[in-house]
T-cell receptor, first 114, second 115 residues
Framework: KAGVTQTPRYLIKTRGQQVTLSCSPI?????VSWYQQTPGQGLQFLFE???????NKGNFPGRFSGRQFSNSRSEMNVSTLELGDSALYLC?????????????FGPGTRLTVL | AQSVTQPDIHITVSEGASLELRCNYS??????LFWYVQSPGQGLQLLLK??????LVQGIKGFEAEFKRSQSSFNLRKPSVHWSDAAEYFC?????????????FGTGTRLTIIP
């Protein structure tokens, strides 16, 4: 079974631009979560989607948004990029998103904002 | 609110020596506890998880962890480390309420192995 895939793996953007990251979960998984990882703040939860609905959201500004498609693939969008948005963005999928489910992480997208 | 503390930012261990990484959690209900490992430039890989039952949990790569409710701890151990164990290790706690499914991670412990 293929793992979680994230595209692109690396991105360089400039301040003020917007960016869209993509995540394809493991086949059959319906829950997708997004995390931001930075050296200063560590791993922080962004949001979780299940069956095309955002079910849970972390403490991030409205510039961070996401969506999930009917095939469970998910995208996250960051508008009006700031230098502080430079981070590794990790996507994780699980079966139905219960806390007891194992979350499987993708390799991440490394975003650099100049 | 749930939280996780990993008090050791960096640990150096000789190859073949034993290892213990500390993790303390705070959670109001029954915690679901996880240990993940991250190699440079990679995503996170699950080592082991605890939900209920036996408080000593076995994981992959020879790792184990012990849940101690009285101490709010979930320490990770390995009897003999290998050079390939060098990585960053994250402890995480998950909610037990459907609809509040997120992991809260500790700040991580970087493990260095010396020959």
């Amino acid at each position: 079974k293929a793992g979680v895939t994230q595209t692109p793996r690396y991105l360089i953007k400039t301040r003020g631009q917007q960016v869209t990251l993509s995540c394809s979960p493991i086949s059959g998984h319906r829950s997708v979560s997004w995390y931001q990882q930075t050296p200063g703040q560590g791993l922080q939860f962004l949001f979780e989607y299940f069956s095309e609905t955002q079910r849970n959201k972390g403490n991030f500004p409205g510039r961070f948004s996401g969506r999930q498609f009917s095939n469970s693939r998910s995208e996250m969008n960051v508008s009006t990029l700031e230098l502080g948005d430079s981070a590794l963005y990790l996507c994780a999928s699980s079966s139905i998103g219960l806390a007891a489910d194992t979350q499987y992480f993708g390799p991440g997208t490394r975003l650099t904002v100049l | 609110a749930q939280s996780v503390t990993q008090p050791d930012i960096h640990i150096t261990v000789s190859e073949g020596a034993s290892l213990e990484l500390r993790c303390n959690y705070s959670y109001g209900a029954t915690p679901y506890l996880f240990w993940y490992v991250q190699s440079p430039g990679q995503g996170l890989q699950l080592l082991l998880k605890y939900f209920s039952g036996d408080t000593l949990v076995q994981g992959i790569k020879g790792f184990e962890a012990e849940f101690k409710r009285s101490q709010s701890s979930f320490n990770l151990r390995k009897p003999s480390v290998h050079w390939s164990d060098a990585a960053e290790y994250f402890c995480a706690v998950g909610g037990s309420n459907f609809g509040n499914e997120k992991l809260t991670f500790g700040t991580g412990t970087r493990l260095t192995i010396i020959p």
